[in-house]
């Protein structure tokens, strides 16, 4: 593998890659069953909103220009996984996404060093999960084996799996929230790397609830997702719910919007 570039740079600040939904955003990849009713005009006010959250919340910005070209673009996270002084960028499974890397990896070149996923591997940030000494990587749809390999072997850092070929991206299903706490879709209770962790366990009704984002102690939430907030509120977390309709609609949630480092 090569690296592309060597310039780190190293502070404390928060950052986070968004970029602004295209024009093409309702062409979007999704099987959400109201994928037809995207509204192209209430997702910009929507990213509008999350990206101001980001701001209030102590995160400097980084904002790419809209890429019209990849309807998906808007989802960041996919592109790339950031650990440490070093960045995999990703190579998605959907041949049609494979571009919406090029500019972030242009971004972060200056704060990391680079390096990509190459054939046969296939690697999506939305099946990376990120805990204070190791990573969780899903084997999805859109994730195998080989790309969760050059992973661990890039970012130098224990790379545990779950394996589920039927789902889309492991965040839907389970994240980490702060101090040893989880998110966790029923279904994957017994999940060895998962044992000693603690879980709030989502409701059944709220089954896709688990894809939130913590900036410094604050959980952000879908606005639908009631009964998951409440009981992450109950254990000891702020939160903070956005309305993320449009971006659901495309199966995208949170985390998909930005890159954090």
Known sequence: MIVHSNRVVRDLTTRAIVRTPGRNFKRCISDHPLHHTVNVSIALEQHKKYCQTLQDLGVDLIELEPDDTHPDSCFVEDTVVVHGDRAMIT????????????????????????????????????????????????????????????????????????????????????????????????????????????????????SHSANTLTIDGVVIMSSRHNKTSRLVREAGFDVLQLEMSEFEKCDGALTCLSIIF
């Open 91 to 206: 190579r998605m499974a959907k041949e049609s996404r494979r571009g919406e890397s090029d500019k972030v990896e242009e971004v972060l070149s200056q704060f990391k060093q680079i390096n990509r996923v190459v054939e046969s591997g296939t690697l999506e940030g939305g099946d990376v999960i990120h805990f204070p000494d190791s990573l969780l990587c899903g084997i999805t749809k859109r994730t195998n084996h080989a790309g969760a390999d050059q992973l661990q072997q890039w970012l130098n850092v224990p790379v545990h799996r779950i394996e589920d070929p039927t789902i889309m991206h492991i965040k839907s299903h389970v994240t980490y929230l702060d101090r040893g706490i989880i998110l966790l879709n029923p279904r994957y209770l017994g999940s060895p790397f998962l044992e000693s962790l603690t879980k709030i366990v989502l409701p059944p009704e709220e």
